[in-house]
């Protein structure tokens, strides 16, 4: 079988490089994406490793690349993404790329920094501009006449006459002018107040205009002040409040025409200052759109780089320092291909030496490789999420691609919320290139982008199961015409709820409606969750028996790639008798009851004639009669059901004590002829050869217990999970009627109070009533209950379907790959060191 439905021949393999064309032959096959290497250098400290230094250039480069792409949004430049992955530069090329972003990295920084203090002292400026503009208002008011309270305490300050009454001349003061931040202004205030003891006067002004803090960009609100005071003693004591509140303090002269000049002197400073800003940032917009263009590029060729220096260094060097010697996994169909990179690579190095790649021998459970494309990638995912398959065990993917939505869609069968979901799944998969492409970070947008087509075969199936159910956003599609006449009074249909249609009389056309349920019973109301229930629940007994008997039929297919005689024998034998000859039976009966009675035949095959298959089965394990028929109907379905029922029940009893013991009987009849000890094999099985002779001792005698304990766990486990499994696949019946109902009482709690209004009132109310409908159906009916359904049915799929012959117990193959480093932004090889 191919790899489709197995995983990948994996090899092991020995190759031997050349020093000087190692880091080519690396580049080829981080391109091709086949080779998983192994760490030959455990016991060294990965700072230690002979490549560390070209690791950490590696590291500098990225940090000087990720400052730029700072910058580069902080000015929401937009950065150039062709898609395109430029091959892994040569490592001359290295010093190249580390001058340009040395060179690149020590410019921006230049220009941020002239850019910062010419900022600064723009702020600057604009600050003393507003204190000059204040501070004038102030002196303005104090000369044009003291009239207010204020302006009498001013005149306190200024001159003696308030506290001698005698005129003294003009008292000298001092006073000092800055700015503050506006929420620290009340605060400096009080504190002024209390440390001078109220011998300092303050006025204040706002800045109408937010300013920028040069050293973050935000913007800051401030306030202009000026404190009049008098001796040097209240000035030190001014300035160290002001020092304590961060205020700034300005020259402010003491002359109007003093300060006139200073104005005009700051207005010509900032107007030169703008221009020289503009110019800077001209430059630095001008640097970091040349950087834009190739940063994609860079950023590429730096992590291949240091991806390919990373994994030189799981490399072993040879005696004479000039071969590097790895073992990498391969799969053997790419032996040749990989090959083919390794000459290109010696080509492109220059080098005369070829590569060596040889397999080796090995006694290691190689990784396992399913080879995915983009459409069975997301069932994959399904897969090794309950646990990577053992090496070359059977590959339940290929199969879940149709029972995984199928399962979905008996549960979620609705035509109108199928179509809503494939539809949804339609739109990802036509603009896959463009949303992938946006690699955003919400990690449910991704989930739902990554099962785009799951999400869109559930939506199909679905349709189909919504057709087959007849049930469209709860209503039902009468395509074909209803295959039942009614001659009654519709209105007396309608509302007798205990009417029931006779199939037996002419109401019944005796042909079954041409596709799905028939929509007469969409009309049905005592009746109509009692027939659905038995349809439903007897499908999803049949589903969930032929899936199980598809399980345990995987099994065979492993048992004999892995040439496990005992196997076929001592457990898929018995396995399979034992489900058919009880659950496979239980289906039988079904179709028989279906086939062989109908209500327009006579007893004893009429509908009144049938058996419950419930009870049938039941007596069937019990060895019980069954009950009594109604008079003219017969107790069997068919003769001799009494005898095949007992000789079905006895061989699935006689199939338990051969699961439990004859494996174990027969490897310890196996160990007892050829005396050796016991070698565990690739797929679990304890199987012989030939080790040491050694008589028969404890030891074996433990082994051998584990192994009986082994297979009675496992035993019972099938046993009792027959039982089980088959009543867990009841949930396909359960969710599918919970889906149903919600949909109706959705339809009729809301969106019918809007279809029976008339007029233009009831316009506006079924846009309401409608929008809320479709609202709570997205919201409720897709989202919440299709996540239900899919989580029902991906534990049938690893509980009931993988447990029958599913182990799980491999490793995932890693290789090295640049598209895998590029897309995660980690090295796969990197849980080697």
Known sequence: MGSLFRSEEMTLC??????????SCVSELGELGLVQFRDLNPDVNAFQRKFVNEVRRCD???????????????????????????????????????????????ELREVNQNAEALQRNFLELTELKHILRKTQVFFDEQEGGLNTQTESMTKALITDEFRTGQSLGPVQLGFVAGVILRERLPAFERMLWRACRGNVFLRQAMIENALEDPSNGDQVYKSVFIIFFQGDQLKTRVKKICEGFRATLYPCPESPSDRREMAMGVMTRIEDLNTVLGQTQDHRHRVLVAAAKNLKNWFVKVRKIKAIYHTLNLFNLD????????ECWVPVLDIETIRVALSRGTERSGSSVPPILNRIDNFENPPTYNRTNKFTKAFQA?????????????????????????????????????????????????????????????????????????????????????????????????????????????SEIMSNNYLQLNPATNEYVKDPYPFGMDPVWQIARSNKIIFQNAYKMKISIIFGVVHMIFGVSMAYQNHKYFNNRIGILYEFVPQIIFLCCLFGYMVLLMFI?????????????????????????????????????????????????????????????????????????????????????????????????????????HGQEEEMSEIFIHQGIHTIEYVL?????TASYLRLWALSLAHAQLAEVLWDMVLRNGLKQIGWGGGILLVITFSFWAVLTVGILVLM???????????????EFQSKFYQGQGYAFQPFSFDTILETGANPNANEE
Request: hydrophobic share 40%; charged share 20%; proline share 5%.
């Open 785 to 799: 209950e299709g996540l239900s359904a899919f989580l029902h049915t991906l534990r049938l799929h690893w509980v």
């Open 60 to 106: 500098e480069m990225e940090r000087k690349l990720r400052y730029l792409e700072k910058e580069i949004k902080k000015d929401g430049i937009p950065m150039l993404d062709t898609g395109d992955s430029p091959e892994a530069p040569q490592p001359r090329e290295m010093i190249d790329l580390e001058a340009t972003f040395e060179k690149l990295e020590n």
């Open 319 to 326: 005696v004479t320092k000039k071969c590097l010697i790895a």
């Open 721 to 725: 999970g027959s039982v089980s499994h």
């Open 593 to 697: 009851k279906w086939n062989k009675y109908a209500a327009e035949r006579p007893n004893p095959y009429s509908s009144a004639c049938a058996p419950s298959i419930l009870i049938t089965f039941i007596n069937m394990v019990l060895f019980k009669e069954a009950n009594k028929p109604p008079e003219g109907c017969h107790s069997n379905m068919f003769a001799g059901q009494g005898f095949f029922e007992t000789l079905f029940v006895l061989i699935a009893v006689a199939a338990i004590p051969v699961m439990l013991f004859a494996k174990p009987w027969h490897i310890m009849q196996q160990r007892k002829q050829s005396n050796v000890q016991p070698i565990a094999t690739s797929n679990g099985d304890a199987e012989s050869g030939v080790v040491n002779q050694q008589p028969q001792g």
């Open 382 to 490: 399904l897969i090794d999420a309950y646990g990577v398959a053992s090496y070359r065990e059977m590959n339940p993917a290929p199969y879940t691609i149709i029972t995984f939505p199928f399962l979905f869609a008996v549960m979620f069968g609705d035509l109108g919320h199928g179509a809503i979901m494939m539809l949804f799944g339609l739109w990802m998969i036509r603009k896959e290139k463009g949303l992938a492409a946006q690699k955003t970070d919400n990690e449910i947008w991704n989930i739902f982008f990554g099962g785009r087509y799951i999400i869109f075969l559930m939506g199909c199936f679905s349709m189909y199961t919504g057709i087959i159910y007849n049930d469209i956003f709860s209503k039902s599609l009468n395509v074909f015409g209803s295959h039942w006449k009614v001659e009654r009074n519709s």
């Open 14 to 23: 020995e190759l031997y490089l050349q020093s000087e064309s190692a880091y």
